[in-house]
């Protein structure tokens, strides 16, 4: 069962939905899981997602996973995992947008502005 969203439409992607079948591949764990148009965009966050566990051989844990697959239990695991570090990824890029954008040098050009225009 597929929730709909408050507007009536049915979300774009479900990032808790499962697979028809076990054991899952990959490319599938990655299209459920994070979806995007773009293959090559998903191995580029699970191999970041990987790199990030400390995992030294990433290659060869691609390779393990495309051969044979996630169980039922691991798939959970992973799926939790991983979508906790893009949440957190998501947060710390945010955050460093905001520091960026509101900087010590930019906050007094806007105030030296302001008393400049006489506001």
Known sequence: MELARSDGEMPKHDPYRLPKRFPVYLDEFLRLVIGGKYKANRLKTYRAFLRSQNVVDVESVLTRD?????????????????????????????????RASWSQGRRKATISKKWESGT
């Open 66 to 98: 495309r051969t044979k697959g996630f169980e039922d239990h691991w798939f959970g695991q992973v799926r939790v995992l991983l979508l906790q570090w893009i949440a957190l990824q998501r947060k710390e890029k945010a955050s460093k947008a905001g």
